[in-house]
């Protein structure tokens, strides 16, 4: 990940330009999928209203719920561990595999294991981390983390995976075939399945009244990690719950078509109990989300469901790229929840977004997710990172336009002597508007002249 | 009757006289009373939109008590218009006058849609035309459907420009795509704002679109600088000088 800010890493990934194109238009192609789904749901905006609701009412009884969910999956045999942030979450899976003699683990997606740098600690303690979701495994192997939270090896073209699986998995040189790659990565990956001595899920809904959890993939991975090895751990975020089983259906229906345009995940998978002879652990982490929780301007961020349709939108995403963000989560909702981790570190990211609105309003829960990018604008500034020049020019322009009579003389130079300077000088370096696009022609009166002309 | 304060966004005044007096020119043929009221300088958006609140708040009092007395703000842009609707409420809420202008603050087509209601104009411009949806009118104000919900299709801007005698329209493969203006983020992420300029300009291009129009001057300032710099076979046009045609 990159230590520069988004424009930076922006400008870097879009100069190839038809690398940059051909990222757009397969990101639009889902885009384009989830709007043929969602336009098919009549009632779909009515869904939406009410995921809103439900998670609206979640969230204001989330000690509630989630006290609830653990008096629950404990009836069920499930044992529940509370973890507060990230080192807590990592040492409590290490504890319970190494309690167990537990040395191959098999994973399936989850972004929650990568905020927390799971993988890395794990293999530091001597266990090995395979991830079995196909995305998630051609970027392990490729050293690199996700780009995208559905479509995680969204950066790499074909070409890209069948160079890294000739590396990695030897297969034939220069064979870049979908189906041939897809077949040796299965094979690959069975082989992992059938040595684990363990596996980890993510959890897409934990279900308050039941004690169980939800997990929705397309390639079965959870439910073949879940089903092998005896153990099984799954890691969620305190804002996964829900409250009944009936709320289930509304999400399941909006999920996988605002993710990738299907009507349904392949797999939908209830998890309520170990398997015979078997261990099953939940893990709930907090890792910051409280702090969001107790923020009335951020708290919808924890409604989001991670179908991650307001990165397909996002028309600077496309652009750009997910490592662009230079945090786990790239899009607006990774803008505002990386604003909201470290500002610090995050403040280039709610800049990057032209708040065109798209992400809020394709959004199936309703995250108000433009308004909070505007919001921790002014967040960057009270911490005092906004751009010191910038900050001045804005300054000084706010004053000016406290005087019409200094607004409107200035005006007037500027229209008068501008016209007159060379190319040279208008076009220099600090005209960054500039740089790729001629600035308008500058005319003789302003509006303000003519109006009182006109009245005379 | 009701008395209409102007409010012409600051960089419209300076740079496009024309398309200004254009917007005052339409109202005033619908009978209409308009005043600009001299004092008036910024709506604030720029400072807002990068996060200043202290300045933001300066000026968005400035407006307030320059504007509170007319019945109807009109204004030539969808984002000012947002701005005042959508981001004063931070700054200005339980003063005086707010929630009138808040209520009564109307981009230009939006009021001759909603308020004037005319049955028929009496423009002719024979050309194939591309709409663009600036964001903060389309998505904001709801100008007109959006492609991201699923509710029955409108757009108010084509209804006004449906009744201009000879005009057709192109149909674009992105019908909404932001055009990366976005006020400082043209400045603060250069590259992503050609970028998605440059894709808008080519959607238009490839639709046979003869003219770009909207109702925020801004994109199209974005964009024309662009069409200059690349000498592209195309033209911007804001919408009040479509519809000002002939007018004196």
């Known amino acids: 990940m990159s230590n520069i800010g988004h424009p930076e890493a922006a400008s870097k990934f879009a100069s190839d330009i038809k690398r940059m194109k051909w990222h757009d238009k397969a990101l639009w192609f889902v885009r384009k999928k989830r709007d043929l789904q969602s336009h098919s749901v009549k009632e779909w905006e009515e869904l939406r209203k009410i995921a809103d609701k439900i998670k609206t009412h979640t969230l204001s009884r989330l000690d509630f719920y989630l006290r609830e969910f653990e008096k629950n999956a404990k009836a069920n045999n499930i044992e529940v561990h509370w973890a507060k942030d990230a080192n807590e979450h990592n040492k409590i899976v290490l504890d319970i595999l190494q309690k167990q003699g537990a040395k191959k683990l098999v994973k399936s997606k989850s972004m929650l294991t990568e905020e927390c740098q799971l993988n890395p600690f794990l293999e530091k303690n001597g266990i090995e981390v395979v991830d079995t979701d196909l995305g998630e495994r051609i970027v392990q192997l490729r050293h690199e983390p996700p780009s995208h939270i559905v479509l995680p090896a969204i950066h790499l073209k074909k070409e890209d995976v069948g160079t890294t699986f000739e590396e990695f998995l030897h297969t034939q040189k220069g064979n870049s075939d979908p189906t041939y790659l897809t077949h040796a990565a299965r094979k690959h990956l069975r082989e992992k399945f059938l040595a684990s001595d363990a596996s980890l899920t993510g959890v897409n809904f934990a279900i ?44 399941t229906r909006l999920l996988a078509r605002s993710a990738t345009g299907q009507p349904i995940t392949t797999y939908t998978s209830h998890y309520h109990s170990p398997q015979r002879d078997g261990e099953m652990h939940i893990v709930i982490v907090d890792n910051g989300r409280s702090k969001i929780l107790a923020n009335d301007k951020y708290i919808k961020s924890l409604q989001c469901i991670r179908c991650g349709a307001c990165i397909n939108t996002c028309p600077i995403y496309r652009r750009s790229g997910g490592y662009s963000y230079g945090y786990i989560i790239p899009g607006p909702i990774g803008s505002t929840l990386g604003a909201s981790h470290d500002i610090e570190k995050n403040y280039t990211l709610p800049f990057a977004c032209s708040l065109c609105a798209s992400c809020t309003n394709i959004c199936p829960v309703k995250v108000d997710l433009h308004e909070q990018l505007y919001l921790h604008r002014q967040d960057v500034v009270d911490a005092g990172l906004l751009d010191k020049t910038k900050y001045k020019a804005l300054k000084i322009a706010t004053w000016i336009m406290k005087y019409p009579l200094i607004m409107d003389i200035s005006g007037k130079i500027a229209r008068k002597i501008v016209p007159l300077l060379p190319r040279s000088i208008v076009y220099s370096k600090y005209n960054i508007w500039g740089k790729n696009r001629e600035l308008p022609k500058f005319p003789k009166n302003s509006f303000k002249e003519l109006y009182k002309a006109r009245k005379k | 009757m009701y008395k209409i304060g102007l409010f012409i966004p600051c960089f419209m005044n300076e740079l496009y006289p024309k398309a200004s007096m254009d917007t005052l020119k339409i109202l005033e043929s619908f009978g209409l009373e308009v005043e600009y009221p001299m004092e008036q300088t910024c709506c604030g958006q720029p400072q807002a939109n990068t ?49 009138h202008i808040q209520k009564n603050t109307y981009e230009l087509i939006e009021f001759i849609h909603d308020i004037v209601k005319p049955e028929k104009l009496n423009v002719s411009f024979p050309h194939k035309v591309g709409i663009h949806n600036s964001c903060h009118g389309h998505r904001e104000l709801g100008l007109a459907s959006m492609s991201e919900k699923n509710v029955e299709p409108f757009s108010k801007i084509k209804d006004i420009l449906d009744m201009v005698d000879g005009i057709t329209f192109s149909k674009l493969e992105r019908n909404d795509e932001c055009c990366g203006f976005g006020g400082t983020f043209a400045i603060t992420e250069e590259a992503m704002s050609i970028a998605m300029g440059k894709a808008r300009i080519q959607d238009h291009i490839d639709a046979g679109s003869e003219y770009i129009t909207g109702v925020d001057m801004s994109c199209l300032m974005h964009m024309q600088g662009l069409i200059d710099r690349e000498k592209l076979p195309i033209k911007t046009i804001y919408i009040a000088q479509i519809l000002s045609k002939g007018l004196k």
């Open chain 1, 208 to 251: 308050s009244q039941t004690g169980g959890i939800v997990v929705c993939t397309n390639e079965g991975n959870a439910d073949l990690g879940a089903s092998l090895p005896k153990l099984h751990i799954a890691c969620m975020g305190i804002e996964k719950i829900i409250p009944k089983l009936e709320d289930l259906a509304i999400f």
């Open chain 2, 51 to 99: 996060g200043c609140a202290k300045e933001t708040s300066i000026l968005a009092k400035r407006f307030l008590e320059i504007f509170k007395k007319y019945d109807y703000i009109v204004a030539p842009s969808g984002s000012c218009v947002s701005m005042v609707r959508y981001n004063y409420k931070q700054f200005l809420e339980g003063l005086d006058g707010f929630e």
